[in-house]
Protein backbone atom coordinates (compact mmCIF):
# COMPACT_ATOMS: atom_id res chain seq x y z
CA UNK A 1 0.00 0.00 0.00
CA UNK A 2 1.97 3.53 -0.94
CA UNK A 3 1.05 6.02 1.67
CA UNK A 4 0.38 8.65 0.27
CA UNK A 5 -1.92 7.37 -2.48
CA UNK A 6 -4.22 6.00 0.32
CA UNK A 7 -3.98 9.40 2.19
CA UNK A 8 -5.27 11.00 -1.13
CA UNK A 9 -8.02 8.19 -1.39
CA UNK A 10 -9.38 8.23 1.97
CA UNK A 11 -9.38 12.57 2.04
CA UNK A 12 -12.06 12.04 -1.40
CA UNK A 13 -13.73 9.22 0.75
CA UNK A 14 -13.91 12.09 3.40
CA UNK A 15 -15.13 14.40 0.97
CA UNK A 16 -17.99 12.50 -0.28
CA UNK A 17 -19.38 11.88 3.18
CA UNK A 18 -23.22 12.56 2.83
CA UNK A 19 -22.88 12.23 -1.10
CA UNK A 20 -23.76 9.66 -3.82
CA UNK A 21 -20.34 9.63 -4.47
CA UNK A 22 -19.45 8.17 -1.48
CA UNK A 23 -19.50 4.60 -1.81
CA UNK A 24 -17.71 4.81 -4.96
CA UNK A 25 -14.91 6.64 -3.52
CA UNK A 26 -14.55 4.03 -0.70
CA UNK A 27 -14.52 1.41 -2.99
CA UNK A 28 -11.82 3.19 -4.64
CA UNK A 29 -9.66 3.85 -1.84
CA UNK A 30 -10.34 0.50 -0.46
CA UNK A 31 -8.42 -0.63 -3.94
CA UNK A 32 -5.45 1.48 -3.14
CA UNK A 33 -4.51 -0.97 0.07
CA UNK A 34 -5.06 -4.48 -1.83
CA UNK A 35 -6.44 -5.02 -5.47
CA UNK A 36 -9.82 -7.03 -5.77
CA UNK A 37 -12.73 -7.35 -8.38
CA UNK A 38 -15.56 -6.59 -7.05
CA UNK A 39 -17.69 -4.36 -3.85
CA UNK A 40 -21.08 -4.91 -2.44
CA UNK A 41 -21.85 -2.97 0.21
CA UNK A 42 -25.39 -4.72 2.40
CA UNK A 43 -27.64 -2.80 4.67
CA UNK A 44 -29.16 -5.70 7.37
CA UNK A 45 -31.94 -4.92 9.47
CA UNK A 46 -33.10 -7.58 11.52
CA UNK A 47 -33.69 -10.82 9.24
CA UNK A 48 -35.02 -8.72 6.74
CA UNK A 49 -34.25 -8.85 3.53
CA UNK A 50 -30.73 -7.43 2.28
CA UNK A 51 -30.57 -3.98 1.05
CA UNK A 52 -27.85 -3.24 -1.73
CA UNK A 53 -26.89 -0.28 -0.55
CA UNK A 54 -24.11 0.18 -3.26
CA UNK A 55 -22.39 -2.61 -6.03
CA UNK A 56 -20.37 -2.67 -8.68
CA UNK A 57 -20.75 -5.45 -10.34
CA UNK A 58 -21.56 -5.96 -14.39
CA UNK A 59 -24.71 -6.64 -14.86
CA UNK A 60 -24.54 -10.22 -15.55
CA UNK A 61 -23.42 -10.79 -12.06
CA UNK A 62 -25.28 -8.49 -10.37
CA UNK A 63 -27.82 -11.39 -11.19
CA UNK A 64 -26.10 -13.95 -9.06
CA UNK A 65 -24.38 -11.81 -6.46
CA UNK A 66 -27.35 -9.52 -5.66
CA UNK A 67 -30.91 -10.15 -7.21
CA UNK A 68 -30.52 -13.96 -6.34
CA UNK A 69 -28.96 -13.74 -3.47
CA UNK A 70 -31.69 -11.39 -1.92
CA UNK A 71 -34.50 -13.95 -2.89
CA UNK A 72 -33.66 -16.43 0.02
CA UNK A 73 -29.86 -17.64 -0.20
CA UNK A 74 -29.00 -14.73 1.93
CA UNK A 75 -30.64 -16.66 4.78
CA UNK A 76 -27.76 -19.24 4.88
CA UNK A 77 -25.11 -17.21 4.14
CA UNK A 78 -21.87 -16.96 7.32
CA UNK A 79 -21.69 -12.95 6.61
CA UNK A 80 -25.75 -12.29 7.16
CA UNK A 81 -25.97 -14.87 10.30
CA UNK A 82 -23.61 -13.25 11.21
CA UNK A 83 -24.93 -10.06 11.73
CA UNK A 84 -27.99 -11.79 13.41
CA UNK A 85 -25.18 -12.50 16.62
CA UNK A 86 -23.00 -10.47 18.24
CA UNK A 87 -20.26 -10.10 16.26
CA UNK A 88 -17.81 -7.69 16.46
CA UNK A 89 -17.27 -4.38 14.14
CA UNK A 90 -14.30 -4.55 11.67
CA UNK A 91 -12.91 -6.71 8.94
CA UNK A 92 -13.88 -10.57 9.10
CA UNK A 93 -12.73 -12.86 6.22
CA UNK A 94 -15.61 -15.32 4.93
CA UNK A 95 -13.63 -18.64 6.42
CA UNK A 96 -13.16 -16.81 9.95
CA UNK A 97 -16.84 -16.53 10.54
CA UNK A 98 -18.24 -19.50 8.69
CA UNK A 99 -19.39 -22.60 10.12
CA UNK A 100 -16.39 -25.27 10.00
CA UNK A 101 -18.09 -27.66 7.21
CA UNK A 102 -19.33 -24.17 4.97
CA UNK A 103 -17.34 -25.43 1.82
CA UNK A 104 -18.40 -28.95 1.92
CA UNK A 105 -22.39 -27.56 2.61
CA UNK A 106 -25.13 -26.64 0.20
CA UNK A 107 -24.93 -23.69 0.48
CA UNK A 108 -21.77 -23.25 -0.75
CA UNK A 109 -22.41 -26.14 -3.67
CA UNK A 110 -26.03 -24.91 -4.65
CA UNK A 111 -25.41 -20.87 -4.50
CA UNK A 112 -22.28 -19.97 -3.48
CA UNK A 113 -19.86 -21.53 -5.85
CA UNK A 114 -21.36 -20.36 -8.81
CA UNK A 115 -19.91 -16.22 -7.75
CA UNK A 116 -16.39 -17.94 -8.71
CA UNK A 117 -14.89 -16.12 -5.95
CA UNK A 118 -11.59 -16.86 -4.54
CA UNK A 119 -12.30 -15.72 -1.25
CA UNK A 120 -14.60 -12.35 0.14
CA UNK A 121 -14.13 -10.13 3.10
CA UNK A 122 -15.97 -7.59 4.49
CA UNK A 123 -16.35 -4.90 7.06
CA UNK A 124 -19.00 -4.84 9.36
CA UNK A 125 -20.02 -1.78 10.40
CA UNK A 126 -22.67 -1.61 13.26
CA UNK A 127 -25.24 1.69 13.06
CA UNK A 128 -27.80 0.47 15.22
CA UNK A 129 -29.25 -2.44 17.38
CA UNK A 130 -30.87 -4.03 14.78
CA UNK A 131 -28.65 -2.93 11.62
CA UNK A 132 -25.38 -3.14 10.48
CA UNK A 133 -23.92 -3.08 7.19
CA UNK A 134 -21.56 -4.83 5.57
CA UNK A 135 -18.65 -3.71 3.10
CA UNK A 136 -17.73 -6.97 1.22
CA UNK A 137 -14.36 -6.80 -1.20
CA UNK A 138 -14.40 -9.93 -3.59
CA UNK A 139 -11.65 -11.40 -5.26
CA UNK A 140 -11.76 -13.69 -8.09
CA UNK A 141 -8.69 -15.15 -8.98
CA UNK A 142 -6.69 -15.58 -5.42
CA UNK A 143 -7.24 -14.78 -1.96
CA UNK A 144 -6.50 -11.66 -0.07
CA UNK A 145 -2.40 -12.28 1.54
CA UNK A 146 -1.86 -11.74 5.37
CA UNK A 147 0.02 -8.88 4.01
CA UNK A 148 -3.09 -7.73 2.34
CA UNK A 149 -4.99 -8.47 5.47
CA UNK A 150 -3.11 -6.91 7.87
CA UNK A 151 -3.26 -3.47 5.87
CA UNK A 152 -6.99 -3.57 5.33
CA UNK A 153 -7.22 -3.72 8.88
CA UNK A 154 -4.76 -1.27 9.65
CA UNK A 155 -7.53 1.17 7.63
CA UNK A 156 -10.42 0.44 9.74
CA UNK A 157 -10.88 3.19 12.04
CA UNK A 158 -10.73 5.44 9.00
CA UNK A 159 -13.62 2.71 7.07
CA UNK A 160 -15.62 2.27 10.16
CA UNK A 161 -16.16 6.07 10.96
CA UNK A 162 -16.59 6.94 7.20
CA UNK A 163 -19.70 4.73 6.75
CA UNK A 164 -21.10 4.92 10.03
CA UNK A 165 -21.05 9.09 9.20
CA UNK A 166 -22.70 8.19 5.59
CA UNK A 167 -24.80 5.43 6.43
CA UNK A 168 -26.12 6.29 10.10
CA UNK A 169 -29.06 8.71 8.74
CA UNK A 170 -30.23 6.17 5.57
CA UNK A 171 -34.12 5.99 5.25
CA UNK A 172 -33.87 2.25 2.99
CA UNK A 173 -32.31 0.65 6.66
CA UNK A 174 -35.21 2.34 8.85
CA UNK A 175 -37.88 0.02 9.96
CA UNK A 176 -40.49 2.22 8.76
CA UNK A 177 -39.35 2.22 5.33
CA UNK A 178 -38.99 -2.10 5.29
CA UNK A 179 -41.98 -2.21 7.14
CA UNK A 180 -41.96 -2.64 11.01
CA UNK A 181 -42.55 -6.53 10.80
CA UNK A 182 -40.64 -7.58 7.78
CA UNK A 183 -37.52 -8.59 9.92
CA UNK A 184 -40.10 -10.78 12.18
CA UNK A 185 -41.96 -12.21 9.29
CA UNK A 186 -39.06 -13.52 7.05
CA UNK A 187 -36.89 -15.17 10.66
CA UNK A 188 -40.51 -16.84 11.57
CA UNK A 189 -40.71 -18.04 8.31
CA UNK A 190 -37.13 -19.67 8.31
CA UNK A 191 -38.20 -20.94 11.67
CA UNK A 192 -41.49 -22.18 10.86
CA UNK A 193 -39.46 -23.99 7.92
CA UNK A 194 -36.97 -25.44 10.39
CA UNK A 195 -39.68 -26.50 12.45
CA UNK A 196 -42.41 -27.92 9.78
CA UNK A 197 -39.76 -30.17 7.77
CA UNK A 198 -40.62 -33.62 7.90
CA UNK A 199 -43.75 -32.79 9.96
CA UNK A 200 -44.78 -35.81 11.48
CA UNK A 201 -41.68 -37.26 10.65
CA UNK A 202 -38.70 -36.26 12.11
CA UNK A 203 -38.72 -35.55 16.40
CA UNK A 204 -37.60 -31.99 17.48
CA UNK A 205 -33.67 -32.97 18.00
CA UNK A 206 -33.68 -34.19 14.57
CA UNK A 207 -35.29 -30.88 13.10
CA UNK A 208 -32.01 -28.99 14.91
CA UNK A 209 -29.77 -31.60 13.65
CA UNK A 210 -31.54 -30.49 10.06
CA UNK A 211 -30.84 -26.57 10.76
CA UNK A 212 -27.22 -26.86 11.77
CA UNK A 213 -26.11 -29.35 9.38
CA UNK A 214 -27.62 -27.38 6.46
CA UNK A 215 -26.16 -23.91 8.17
CA UNK A 216 -22.74 -25.73 7.21
CA UNK A 217 -21.53 -27.32 10.90
CA UNK A 218 -19.84 -30.38 10.98
CA UNK A 219 -21.06 -33.77 13.29
CA UNK A 220 -18.74 -31.92 15.68
CA UNK A 221 -19.67 -28.48 15.89
CA UNK A 222 -23.57 -29.46 16.03
CA UNK A 223 -22.80 -31.79 18.89
CA UNK A 224 -20.71 -29.22 20.97
CA UNK A 225 -24.11 -26.79 20.24
CA UNK A 226 -26.85 -29.32 20.62
CA UNK A 227 -24.59 -30.82 23.67
CA UNK A 228 -24.79 -34.33 22.30
CA UNK A 229 -22.03 -36.67 21.34
CA UNK A 230 -21.12 -36.49 17.66
CA UNK A 231 -21.45 -40.12 16.77
CA UNK A 232 -25.13 -39.21 18.25
CA UNK A 233 -25.41 -36.60 15.44
CA UNK A 234 -24.24 -38.77 12.87
CA UNK A 235 -27.08 -40.96 14.04
CA UNK A 236 -29.79 -39.01 13.76
CA UNK A 237 -28.61 -37.70 10.32
CA UNK A 238 -28.90 -41.52 8.93
CA UNK A 239 -32.49 -41.67 10.48
CA UNK A 240 -33.24 -38.49 9.02
CA UNK A 241 -32.14 -39.75 5.56
CA UNK A 242 -34.15 -42.67 6.07
CA UNK A 243 -37.39 -41.10 7.29
CA UNK A 244 -37.24 -38.60 4.71
CA UNK A 245 -36.19 -41.36 2.30
CA UNK A 246 -33.02 -39.41 0.81
CA UNK A 247 -29.58 -39.75 0.10
CA UNK A 248 -27.96 -36.61 0.04
CA UNK A 249 -27.50 -33.11 1.46
CA UNK A 250 -28.19 -31.91 -1.69
CA UNK A 251 -32.28 -33.44 -1.18
CA UNK A 252 -31.73 -32.21 2.21
CA UNK A 253 -31.92 -28.89 1.10
CA UNK A 254 -34.44 -29.07 -1.39
CA UNK A 255 -36.65 -30.54 1.45
CA UNK A 256 -35.60 -27.21 3.33
CA UNK A 257 -36.61 -24.57 0.30
CA UNK A 258 -39.98 -26.94 -0.20
CA UNK A 259 -40.93 -26.43 3.44
CA UNK A 260 -40.55 -22.41 2.72
CA UNK A 261 -42.18 -22.38 -0.05
CA UNK A 262 -45.03 -24.41 1.12
CA UNK A 263 -45.90 -22.11 4.01
Known sequence: MAQVDWLDAAGRVVDAIGTPRFPAALSNALREVAPYDFTVVFGYVGSARPVDLYDDFPKKKRRIFVEDYQEGPYLLDPFFLATTKPVAPGLWRMREIAPDRFYQGEYFRNY???????????????????????????????????????????????????????????????????????DRRVQESVERAFQTIGEGILTPRERQVVEYTLKGHSAEAVGKILGIAPGTVRIHRRNIYLKLRIS????????????????
Open 112 to 182: YIQTGLAEEVGYFVKLADSVMIVVSLMRAERPFSAKEIRSLREVWPIVGAACRQHWRDAPELSHETMGAGD
Open 248 to 263: SQGELFSEFIRAMLDQ
